[in-house]
């Protein structure tokens, strides 16, 4: 191996452990997430202000919060649930992110797509990419990312869209969604 190969090796794997070292320093974690399908809940999200708020963002810890963003859907012959049982809010959260755009020619997963979920000292962060879809469409819908992950103490849940930051929700100030929805705490 010649030198100075030999050289970039050696300053590419120190590269490496600086990074990591200060990863480990950061404190920052992997979290395990689980995507929700659209299609999974007769529902959908409720009407807000998009010219606004371009994007809808939610951290939803209760079926109460659930109803402040989503509307069911009761359709004929429809036989989904409009909403996750009660008890999924016991172990896990949903994050939403939302937008008005054209349909799309695929699913969701063509439009939104996560590329990371991470915690660093108590702020979940949602890193995703957002491709708008090019259909010439003459009508607007919303499309929404759903995205489980495990309960927890988090004093913030940050949204990262295509690498720059979008939103934050302030969770430990009881801040579950922008713009605000109001949940019925019944």
């Known amino acids: 191996m010649n030198t100075r190969i030999r050289t970039a090796a050696v300053a590419v ?4 452990v600086v990074l990591a070292v200060s990863s480990a320093r950061a404190g920052e974690r992997a979290v395990p997430y689980r995507i929700i399908p659209a299609s999974t809940y007769q529902s959908f999200i409720k009407n807000w202000d998009e010219k606004t708020n371009h994007v809808l963002l ?3 810890a209760s079926l109460e919060q659930w109803d402040a963003v989503f509307h069911p859907a009761p359709l004929m012959g429809g ?3 409009f909403a996750p049982d009660a008890s999924l809010f016991a172990k896990e959260r949903v994050l939403i992110v939302a937008r008005v755009v054209p349909p799309s020619e695929g699913s969701t997963t063509q439009v939104f797509r996560v590329d ?3 915690v660093t000292n108590g702020a979940l962060t949602v890193r995703y990419t957002f491709r708008e879809p090019t259909t010439k469409a003459s009508c ?3 499309e929404y990312l759903a995205v489980a992950v495990p309960t927890g103490t988090y004093r913030k849940v ?3 869209e295509n690498g720059a930051p979008v939103g934050e929700l302030e969770t430990a100030k009881a801040q579950f969604s922008i713009p605000e929805m109001n949940a019925d705490p019944r």
């Open 79 to 81: 036989s989904k649930p």
């Open 58 to 60: 939610a951290s939803i």
């Open 13 to 16: 794997t120190a590269m490496s």
């Open 158 to 160: 940050v949204f990262i």
């Open 116 to 118: 990371k979920v991470s």
């Open 140 to 142: 607007l819908i919303k």
